[in-house]
């Protein structure tokens, strides 16, 4: 079968699975293969894929990843087989109808080359017939045909010894069996237990996974973090944990397919049965189970983290302001740096503000000079250590001019960039403080420009994310960072490199490339100036161009998200309306005198027209939603000024799979758990809180010793999101009459979950 003919094949079965049409994949499909990126198909390629979005290309991505390597792997096999002269007709159809990858490994498996066994071993010694008449399981004399295999010089020496090599042969033979396996597969899916005990000695020193001394549940129904919990505690050495079905119930499933008769061999094939499970089956398809479900936990645990880490990137930004930031401390005082409009470095001092009346005044002095001679217009304050206090201190100024707001900013990993690469690169003469006040400062103006330069695993947001598949963790976050970074835009004539490098077709080579122009030659005039960067050719310029805004630049599109090769049609339109491009992009009642079916092509469509007009109406808008100053309860800045009852405004530091963690400004943030969300049943906390959200709470339980705060959400209206919801993969719908498990149902649920993060 030639590659194209197999492509066909795949894409069809590919966009049956996705509920697309054939074509949207193949476009899509081809479209990857060429190099484009799924934001630059998305947003620029709409009637080529039939307007699918981004979610939907990254599923045509990364399933035709998966059936080519299943399609390579289905090839290997065959010629394999093959070339041991064992490949039967019946054999190929098997191979060649296979639908998943399991079933391709069941079927290769007794063909996989192995290293010595027992049943090997047996084979060696000539036994393999005396098995194979025992597996027929006709009436003979058992113990008179095992005695003619008695021979010292292969190590058989009795009619025992004989009949137990024979075994061994047949427990492999069961072991490798597909129609075994899978049903086995099946009884784990349905009964399987995930049981987890403490191990002896361990019970002080695992204190923290104390929930798990001693627990049983429904394997496919334990919930991602439980299972995450209980595998850490297993690596840890605190916990022991095994997966299995009741060992009665497999043996008997065994014994329906291979038992024919009741007779003395017959009793031989039932113990090779028993071996076969307790020794071979069930190790083997515990550590499959092992792998799938720890699979799944990491694909729940990861979408969590991207999920959270997408609502912290799309931040509403403060924008362009003269920022006076602080990074508090008590014994070290807190580091004040003041940045321009642009986020440059313009001042640093340190106050100490909690020392002394005196100091205290200093401090004040410092600030009101700072404020005066750099105009500042905002200050960002960061939430760790002495956070609260900073921010009492700066209110309590009664000259502090009204119109400059405070804000609270989540500092978490700003000690990560101020001791990176990046920041040593950008600030060489200054401290670790110092930078990590330029942090805070900077992610007021512009979060998602602050923290694409921070390794997404340090900004505080994931669930387990150190004990999740590392490379599939990378993956989904460098995505979730490429979706904001290009749905945003990015501003060529400012942005850091770290930022431009997740722009569509740049990367971090092509980043580096286009600052060294910049600094040499001074401001991008033009996109088309974008070709005479270094390496950087048409292909990337045409995956690059529209994400990039140049303020003020030759041409009045260049500023929007209108790609380049589009402004001709633009330029049409106010050629036809008889007024200049500035005029049309100025004039709202030109622009709705614009018939769109005018220009429609080709190549060029209405789903294309549409995008171009929205952005004729607000070019280079920001999408974000507007900034809202928020601020925390007056007089509650540590743990123990906090009573049940309470009802206080907080923010959304994070969301898990068991509930939200909640900043209220005492050091440490409060759990709503699941139950508490809302006043209805909650089966997914995302659905009801985003990460960054600002939301009311009340206090139910303080253990002030252990630092844990409970909170409640009941009784309160639901905030409004702070960013558009993404658009998700549906999660595949349990049987008709099939009661669903509070979305815990790992076996509806794992196969979209693959879509997404695979």
Request: glycine share 6%.
């Amino acid at each position: 079968m030639s590659s194209e003919v197999l492509d066909r094949l795949l894409i069809r079965k590919l966009a049956s699975q996705l509920g697309v049409q054939p074509g949207q994949v193949s476009a899509a499909v081809s479209l990857l293969d060429e190099g484009a990126t799924v934001p630059f198909i998305s947003r620029y390629r709409k009637e080529m894929t039939g307007s699918l979005d981004e979610v939907q290309i990254a599923a045509v991505r990364d399933g035709i990843e998966l059936l080519r390597s299943m399609e390579q792997r289905r090839t290997f096999i065959l010629e394999t087989i093959e070339g041991q002269g064992k490949l039967t007709d019946e054999l190929r159809t098997r191979i060649e109808a296979a639908e998943t990858m399991l079933q391709l490994e069941d079927l290769y498996l007794p063909y996989k080359p192995k290293r010595k066994t027992r049943a090997t071993v047996a084979r060696e010694k000539g036994l393999e017939p005396l098995a194979l008449m025992l597996l027929e399981q006709t009436n003979f004399d058992v113990d008179a045909e095992a005695a003619k295999y008695i021979d010292a010089s292969k190590e058989v020496n009795d009619a025992d010894e004989a009949l137990d090599g024979a075994r061994d042969i047949l427990a492999e033979m069961f072991s490798e069996d597909a129609t075994a396996r899978e049903a086995l597969r099946k009884l784990f899916r349905d009964e399987a237990l995930v049981r987890s005990r403490v191990v002896a000695g361990k019970e002080e020193a695992g204190e923290k996974f104390r929930d798990y001394f001693e627990w049983d549940e429904k394997l496919m129904q334990c919930p991602s973090h439980r299972m995450l919990a209980m595998r850490r505690g297993e690596n840890e050495g605190v916990l022991m944990l095994d997966m299995a079905p009741d060992a009665d119930h497999a043996i008997d499933l065994l014994e329906k397919q291979f038992v024919k008769a009741r007779n003395k061999a017959a009793e031989h094939v039932k113990a090779a049965i028993a071996g076969s499970y307790k020794r071979l089956l069930q190790p083997s398809l515990e550590t499959e189970f092992r792998q799938l479900t720890k699979e799944a936990a990491d694909i729940k645990a990861i979408e969590v983290f991207a999920q959270n880490l997408r609502e912290l990137l799309l931040a509403s930004p403060l924008g362009q302001k003269a920022i006076l930031a602080i990074d508090p401390g008590f014994r070290t005082g807190c580091k004040v740096v003041a940045l321009d409009r642009q986020g440059k470095l313009l001042d640093n001092d340190v106050i100490f503000p909690h020392q002394s009346t005196r100091e205290k005044q200093q401090a004040e002095d410092t600030l009101f000079r700072m404020l005066a001679k750099h105009h500042i217009e905002a200050i960002a304050i960061g939430n760790g250590t002495a956070g609260r206090e900073t921010e009492e201190f700066v209110r309590s100024i009664a000259e502090l001019p009204k119109e400059i707001v405070v804000v609270m900013v989540n500092e978490s990993g700003a000690s990560i960039y101020s001791a990176s690469d990046v920041a040593r690169e950008e600030f060489p003469t200054h401290d670790l403080t110092v930078r990590g006040a330029v942090s805070i400062g900077r992610r007021l103006a512009d979060p998602l420009a602050e923290l694409v330069k921070i390794d997404p695993k340090s900004i505080g947001v994931g669930q387990y994310q150190h004990d999740v598949d590392q490379p599939m963790l990378k993956k989904k976050l460098d995505e979730v960072v490429e979706s904001c970074v290009n749905g945003v835009g990015v501003e060529l004539n400012t942005a850091s490199k770290q930022l431009l490098a997740y722009v569509s077709g740049i990367g971090p080579a092509l980043a580096k490339n286009i600052v060294e122009h910049r600094n040499e030659n001074g401001p991008f005039r033009s996109r088309k100036d974008l070709l005479d960067v270094p390496r950087l050719g048409d292909k990337a310029f045409e995956q690059a161009a529209g994400f990039l805004r140049i303020r003020g630049g030759k041409h009045p599109l260049d500023s929007s998200a209108v790609h380049p090769e589009s402004y001709h049609i633009v330029e049409q339109m106010a050629k036809d309306l008889g007024c200049e491009l500035a005029d049309l992009l100025r004039d709202k009642e030109q622009r709705k005198k614009i018939e769109l079916k005018k220009y429609v092509t080709d190549t060029v469509g209405l789903p294309t027209l549409t995008d171009i007009l929205a952005e004729l109406d607000k070019p280079g808008r920001d999408p974000r939603k507007e900034f809202e100053v928020f601020k925390f309860e007056e007089g509650v800045s540590e743990i123990k000024h906090l009573r049940e009852g309470m009802r206080l405004p907080g923010i959304v530091t994070n969301v898990t799979n068991f509930g939200a963690f909640v900043d209220i400004g005492v050091h440490q943030d409060g759990l709503v758990h699941i139950s508490q969300l809302a006043d209805t049943f909650v089966d997914d906390p995302n659905r009801v809180v985003k990460a960054g959200q600002k939301v009311m709470v009340t206090v139910v339980e303080v253990d002030e010793k252990r630092k844990r705060i409970a909170l409640s959400m009941k009784g309160e209206k639901p905030a409004a999101k702070t960013t558009p919801a993404k658009p998700q993969v549906k999660p595949v719908q349990p049987a008709a009459g099939k009661k669903k498990d509070k979305g815990n149902d790992w076996q509806d649920q794992l196969e979209a979950l693959k879509n997404k993060l695979k």
